[in-house]
């Protein structure tokens, strides 16, 4: 749990980056036989088998019927579909081992999770902006998605992803653990994960977390509820009239929605794209919903679609030079593995939602998630299911409603 940050910082390259979290993850499911000692109900446990059923039926389906005829990013298919069919069932089976262990256990490891990735953000920050890319390079650090300066004067480049690949998995790794560090009432960790998220610039991690927080104050409506959400508040839009920086950083996540008007239109465009590629993996769905088109094969498929988008792609898209993804966990679940596993997918959020219903910041943990999911780049994102497993744990505690959180 501690290394679940580093999903691209201090990789190993073994072909494929090898993260610290699946070296651990390894060990533990050599040692989860004898670490088992009873046998418990898990909450949404046949929704996740159903779901690696049809990762492994669509896996071999998949891999015994034709190949596209133009895959884009993708050198050897059958290879590639095996590759993501396995992964996704580490992913499943490493949502297991977690829904095992002590609830206690896991959040602490997480809480830990959260200073390393904090560090790690530092350590991006400090070094980038010193000039010494060469160093975050050798540390396997992602160093080509550079995004306007924190400062926001429009000039420098900053980056914003900490130890992951994307600045939306960072926000999504924080923001999580933002609402766990409030159940636990670990205030300075609360506060290390909302730097992080600030850091990140992920404009659906701050839709988010706002969601979860109105959550949050609508299941604990009180007078004094209400008076320290109007302080914290008010408080907060002050900082941001305040501060130039702030208000530079507000605008520039209304730009990225199509609030704001920004010079180049580049953010409006990337939301454009977006929304094409999350239509063309539904329309897959549509004409492949009961097994899809198997694991990782959007890209194979991506241009036998893109001729329906009414959305013209840049000449990037069909060089080779990067793999097409669907920024969106909903769509790449229907468009790869069916309608069923979406369904089963559905299930589950739905179950650990319910599970949690007493308890305000566990729902909104939940709700969280949910929003996450709809612009996340791969649903076999580890964070995703470690935050799935918690919402699932039971091992005779019950979540119980939270004292009213501003």
Known sequence: MATLPFQRALTIDVGVPLKLSEIFLGLVLVSLPFTIRRRQRIVGLPAVVGLAMVVVLSTLVAYAGPLPLQPIGVTDLRFDTVFYGVFAVVTLVFWWAVATRSVSVVESGLRMGVWLCLAAVVVQ?????NGQVDLLEAMNFQTDRATQAL???????????????????????????FFLSLRRREWFTALAALGSVYYSQSTTSFIAVLAGVALIGLRSWSAPGLLRTVIVGGGTAIAVLSSDSARAFVRFQGAKLGLVDMPGGALTRSMDLRAAKTEMGFQMALDHPLVGLGPGRFAGHFADYVDRSAVTFPNNYFTGEFRPIVENAYAQIGAELGLVALVLFICLLVAVGWNVRR???MSALALFLAVMLSTASSWTFMPAWAFLAVLCLRRGQRFVASAPVA
């Open 125 to 129: 920050f400090v070094l980038y902006t």
């Open 151 to 177: 400062e926001g004067d429009g000039e420098t480049a900053s980056l914003r992803t900490g130890p992951f690949t994307e600045g939306q998995h960072l926000g999504f790794f924080a923001g999580g653990m």
């Open 359 to 361: 308890s305000p910041v």
